[in-house]
């Protein structure tokens, strides 16, 4: 093995393990001996079973399903409500000054201030849930295709114009181009704020849910219950990101995105 694959194994492998067993470790170490009560702080093994038993039950399969269908759903909604209304407002000024002003107002109130009245208003099941994720993966989108479509360079536009492309032209090969990078970064945010957004509504009211049975398990005193929904909940959203950062690097092949600025966090 050459060094530069060897130096490469150690940062993206080995570092990241031994982190991990050394935090684990030391969170097991730290509550056995200390004698913490598992219901404060339940150690990594008794987390681990419980993890287990639940997948042997299936416990988690059904609330699973039905959480993952309330943050896919809440996020396309959201994202393409985003993405819409900001090529309006980049691209028509009447539209700015008319729905921004509003929008910003919006997204200033905390989501989950208005949680309850979108329950009361759609009621338990999974369409308050997808309406309450919408909101919050909403503004990324929003936000990042607004500074995406106006961060076209002008002599671009210009000399498009001059060789009389027509206002699509220029949208398709010049700005549309230029804010993808940006788009891509808004749908990276509010893939992993749908999963907040989700369990979020199902803290408000549910009937079925991760979050729902993570209420049930603090109920009973299931720390270690708890907790291995947590870990699932963590899964999720790094695997969503992963998705989300395999299509930038497919579609926005062109740029190095490890740069870019974070709108809408």
């Known amino acids: 093995m050459s060094r530069t694959a060897l130096y490469r ?56 399903a039905v959480t993952m269908y309330e943050i896919l759903a ?13 090529f309006l407002v980049a691209l028509v ?23 309850p009245i979108i329950v009361i208003w759609f009621g338990y099941g999974v369409t308050s849930k997808i309406v309450i994720t919408a909101t919050i993966a909403f503004f990324p989108l929003l936000a990042n295709t607004i500074m995406g479509l106006r961060a076209t360079p002008h002599d671009q536009i210009e000399m498009l114009v001059s060789y009389t492309a027509s206002r699509w032209q220029v949208f398709r090969m010049v700005r549309l181009k230029q804010a993808l990078p940006y788009i891509f970064v808004g749908l990276d945010v509010a893939i992993v704020l749908s999963v907040i957004g989700a369990i979020v509504g199902e803290f408000v009211g549910a009937k079925a849910g991760l979050g729902y049975l993570i209420l049930q398990k603090n109920f009973n005193f299931d720390m270690a219950g708890t907790f291995a929904i947590l870990i699932i909940l963590s899964l999720i959203g790094v695997g969503l990101h992963a998705l989300i950062s395999a ?19």
Not at 35 to 55: E, H, M, Q, R, T
Not at 74 to 86: C, K, P, Q
Not at 93 to 115: C, N, S
């Open 9 to 64: 194994f150690t940062n993206t492998v080995l570092l990241p393990v031994a982190t991990f067993c050394v935090f684990v470790g030391g969170w097991e170490a730290i509550v056995r001996l200390a004698g913490i009560s598992k219901i404060v702080l339940p150690p990594p093994s008794d987390i681990a079973l419980a993890f287990w038993n639940g997948l042997l039950a299936g416990d988690f399969s059904w609330h699973l």
């Open 74 to 86: 809440g996020f396309v909604v959201g994202a393409l409500s985003g993405l819409l209304l900001g």
């Open 93 to 115: 000024p009447l539209a700015e000054r008319i729905f921004y002003p509003y929008i910003v107002a919006f997204q200033t109130v905390p989501k989950v201030a208005i949680a």
């Open 247 to 265: 299509a930038q690097r497919r579609i926005v092949f062109w740029i190095d995105t490890g740069g870019e600025r974070v709108m809408g966090a």
